[in-house]
């Protein structure tokens, strides 16, 4: 009963599947008791065939839900069940994205600039690969990764990534649009056609303005 209200609340409010792994210890072990004396009671073949049916329907059905097995392409219907399945594609795509951005702005004012990413998936991405195409490590409030750096207070300038506009004329005096994230696969995943911003003259020092700018999630 307590498994059944935490996945109501969990789905009602978005939370991950992982929330509820506490748990799975315990029903297994229940599971387990009442299926061996299910099959006790009957020594049939048939018996024990659906059950290894039943197994074998619920290891694919977690591998195609919960692992990389899937092409991009197809895995519309499982974002559905599980969204975190399609946050790291097209990670390249975004991290070159950004890239452009930032090659736009002048030589004399990237040796001010900052990468700003509104989770730690899109930092992650731009840690990952941001080398290849000459971009600094990002910077992210999300999280624990709110704790790794701030970015400097002589930073005049972010290119940032996965904030709204409302939220970021809180921080910024300006802000322009200058692309938007295409991963080239078409998945409607989190980064998805979202903007890619120039931000200048932060409203505060960053260290100042830090603490309002993480954030969990």
């Known amino acids: 009963m307590t498994y059944l209200l935490l996945a109501g609340c969990y789905l009602l ?3 991950k599947a992982y929330y509820l792994a506490g748990a799975y210890p315990v029903l297994l072990a229940a599971g387990g008791i009442a299926t061996d004396g299910w099959l006790r009671r009957d020594t049939g073949r048939t018996r024990a065939r659906r059950l290894a049916a039943a197994l074998a329907f619920a290891a694919l059905t977690g591998a195609v839900v919960g692992l990389a097995v899937l092409p991009a392409r197809w895995l519309g219907p499982v974002l559905l069940v599980n969204p975190d399945a ?3 594609v097209g990670w390249p795509a975004l991290t070159r994205d950004v890239a452009r951005a930032w090659a736009e702005l002048p030589a004399a004012e990237r040796s001010h600039a900052v990468v700003l990413a509104g989770n730690y998936g899109e ?5 990952r690969f941001g080398p290849q195409f000459g971009l600094p490590v990002p910077y992210s409030g999300h999280n624990a990764y709110a704790d790794w750096a701030v970015p400097p207070d002589g930073a005049t300038t972010a ?5 709204s506009e409302r939220r970021l004329s809180r921080l910024f005096a300006r802000c322009t649009v200058a692309g938007h994230v295409d991963n080239g696969q078409g998945l409607d995943n989190g980064e998805q056609g979202g903007p890619i911003w120039i931000c200048r003259d932060p409203r505060r020092p960053w260290s100042v303005a830090w603490p309002d700018i993480r954030h969990l999630g």
């Open 86 to 88: 399609g946050e790291t």
């Open 13 to 15: 409010a978005g939370g």
């Open 123 to 127: 930092a992650g991405a731009i840690q």
């Open 159 to 163: 290119v940032v990534i996965g904030y």
